[in-house]
Every structure is written in C-alpha cells, then in structure tokens.
C-alpha cells in the first residue's frame, strides 16, 4: 500500500499516525479482498489491481464514510462496484476444456495461442488464503478457489456472480447483500436461484469438495514428481485417472486420457525431457514451477506452472500454463535454474 500512501500528498515518509492506522486498517482487509475479486474476475493481475483500486478509492473516500457502516462492508461495497466496472463488456474467462472437446495428441492440432485474458488464471495461495486459522475453514477457503470452481463463476452474469459469491462462500446474509447492491431482498434470492440453476443445469462444479491432502496423496504427488523429473512415462501415467486432462493454456487444444498424456510427452512435448519441478501452491492445488533444459550448459530455463488436481488416489488432471514470463514471478519462482 506504498502508493496508497502517496496519493494526495497523504502519505510518504511525512504520514501521519492517523494516515498510518488507517493504512493498516485497510490492509488487514487485502488478502479476504483479493479472494473476492480473483472469484469475480479469474484472474491474479485483475484480482491484485482490483484490490489496489478498492483500497485507494476507500483512503480518498474515507472522510465521507463516516462509519455509516461497517469497514469490511464498505469495501467488498467498493471491491464489487470496481469488478462489475472490470467485468463490462469482457468475455468470460475460460480453461480449455469449456472451449470444445478434447483433441487429438499431435503439434498440428495445437492451433494459435489465445490472449491471456481468454483464460481463468492460478493465483499464488498466499495471496488469498489467510495465513493460520481453523483447517476446515482453510480447506473450505482453497475449495473455493480451485480453477474449476472459478472457472465455473464465469458462465454467471457479473451480478450474480457476485451474489452467489456473497451469499455461498461468504455466507452473507441476503440483507447484507441486497444493502452492497442497493436493491431488494427479493431481488437478490431470485438472483441466487437462477446462479445456482446455471451451475447445475451445465453441470458446472466437479460436486468433490477440496479435502487437506493425506498421507497417500502426498505421496502421489511425490511419485508424480519423480516419474516427471525423469520422464517415466510408465510410471507417470499410471498416476493419471483414465478421464483425466492435459490442457495447456494459452493453446486451445486439451487432451484427455493418459494414452494421449505420453503421445504428447513423446512426441511433441520431448524437450520436457530432463525437466525440474519447484512446488509451490496455487489455487488451493498444488502446482510446480517446470523448467526444462536451455540451450545454455547446465541452465533450466522456466517452461511452465503446472497445476495438478487430485481426485482420490488418482490426478485427476494437469494444466500447465505457458505464460511464465507473467506467472512466475508472482509465485516467486526464479527466472533459471542451474543443474
């Protein structure tokens, strides 16, 4: 909140007490806001500077607040007039497998990349998850955040994305929400019903609640590791489910079944060969930084953000988004690796 700080000649290095409490209290309220606006808006970037917006417009507009209301109301007030402006006249953000049906495991099907902004994007937990707290409640919290899920609030309308974000995962009540949207109770129920009939009409939710990874999916995920790192493709695809996905933003093409995961790796994807993976988490999954080897001697270069999805004793599916240039840094890979 440095350039908050700044704004109007308010902060800087001559910022009062008052300016800096206040700062403070704004900031308590980032990593609750950022959930809210990533749900909103399937993307980390949009997410962080829809946040940075709601914050500078609640510093320049506090003297009018007058706590009329509470803080945490006024700004998700502010966090959802600031994606609904965000959200006018966009396309909805997608995964792969909402744009057709699976292809074929071959270079010449790839197609073209599509803008960045066709497709709902991982965050960096840290960044919307609160850190400590009841386990249920922070597993409920990853739930809601998994790619499939946010994925899935893109079918809604702006407005009742934001309801059902409000009243479902939130647990707002419909007074709450009909006061945030200046309209009536009646008007955000019917909202809320026509989202949830969306949802389930489309079959749009996998219905398998995120549960903390045990032992045993721990030590999946260990194994997927291994086989990856040395491109075992044997051992690798015996961890996949029989349904299983391979998608690879920015590309449209996705592959599902663990016959067409090894033709790829074998076949057009072979330079994954030699790869490392760096876990970190994103989107309430796990999810690996993947370089593979450069032209340089001894240096992997960034490749791709893997992010897997377990289902049971099994992955479920792997997506691995391309564009490292912007998620990397977010997630605070390193731009090489030695080997």
Known sequence: MADVAAIEGRGGTTATQESEELQDR???????LTAYAYRMLGSAF???????????????GFEGFEGRSALRSWLYRIATNVCLDMLSGKERRARPMDLGPAGIAEERFLGEPLSEASWVEPIPDARVVPAGG?????????DTIRL???????????RQRAVLILREVLRWKASEVAELLETSVASVNSALQRARATLATANLTDGEAL???????????????DAFERYDMDSLTS????DAFWSMPPYELWLRSP???????????IGCRDSCLVPVEASGMPAYGQYKPSDREGILEPWALQVVEVSGDRIAGITFFLDTRRLFPIFGLPPQLQR
């Open 211 to 225: 549960r903390p990874m045990d032992r045993e999916q721990q030590a999946l995920l260990k194994r997927y590791v």
């Open 26 to 32: 704004l900031e308590q309220h980032r990593v609750e």
């Open 148 to 158: 499939a899920f946010v994925a899935a609030l893109q079918h809604l309308p702006a």
């Open 46 to 60: 949009e997410a962080e500077d829809a946040v940075q917006e709601t914050l500078l417009r609640a510093w320049k």
């Open 259 to 269: 016959d067409d995961a090894r033709r790829w790796c074998l076949g057009p994807g």
């Open 134 to 142: 009841d386990p249920a409640e922070l597993a409920e919290s990853r």
């Open 239 to 242: 961890l996949l489910r029989e």
